[in-house]
C-alpha cells in the first residue's frame, strides 16, 4: 500500500512543508540518503505544544508533539523527493524533548514519532533513535524531531 493511502486510511492530512525559520532548508539529499532538518509541531503557521513535558505538558502531549513534528519532517521529505514512496528506508530520528530536569520518559515521548513510521512504512519504518531531554528548544516547543531516511 503507498505510504498516502496509509495516510488516509490513518485519517491524516499530510501537511504543507514549513517553511524554515532562519537560513537552513527543510531537507537536503546526498545520495540515496535524506537529512531531514529538524522540525517542531505546528499547526497552521503557528507552533503547538508549546511548554515543558512534565511540567507544563503531559506525557501524552509530548506524545502528539512527537508525532505532529514526525508528519512534518515527512512533508518536508516529499517536498525534495516528490513521492513518499521513494523513502526505502527510515534510517535515524533524533527526537529532542523540552522537559523538566526530573523528567525521564523521553523514548516514550519519541514514540509518537516512531509509532508513526512504522505505521506508514512498516519494518522498513524500525529506525534508530536517540531520545534526548533540552533545557529549551526553539519558541518553547515541547518537541523537535530530526530524521535521515534512506530514499530510491
Do not use: W
Request: glycine fraction near 12%; charged fraction near 20%; hydrophobic fraction near 45%.
Amino acid at each position: 500500500m503507498r505510504v498516502e493511502d496509509r495516510l488516509r486510511e490513518l485519517g491524516i492530512e499530510l501537511p504543507p512543508p514549513p517553511r524554515p525559520a532562519a537560513n537552513y532548508v527543510g531537507a537536503v539529499q546526498a545520495g540515496g540518503l535524506l537529512f531531514v532538518s529538524g522540525h517542531v509541531p505546528t499547526k497552521d503557521g503557528a507552533v503547538t505544544y508549546v511548554g515543558k513535558v512534565g511540567k507544563d505538558l503531559g506525557l501524552e502531549e509530548g506524545y502528539a508533539a512527537a508525532r505532529t513534528a514526525a508528519l512534518y519532517c515527512l512533508a518536508s521529505a516529499k517536498a525534495v523527493i516528490g513521492d513518499l514512496d521513494r523513502i526505502t528506508r527510515v534510517v535515524k530520528i533524533l527526537g529532542m524533548v523540552n522537559c523538566t530536569a526530573d523528567f525521564g520518559e523521553h523514548p516514550k515521548v519519541l514514540n509518537g514519532a516512531s509509532d508513526l513510521l512504522v505505521q506508514l512504512f512498516a519494518d522498513a519504518g524500525r529506525h534508530a533513535r536517540s531520545a534526548v531531554g533540552m533545557q529549551s528548544l526553539p519558541f518553547g516547543v515541547a518537541v523537535e524531531i530530526e530524521m535521515i531516511l534512506e530514499v530510491a
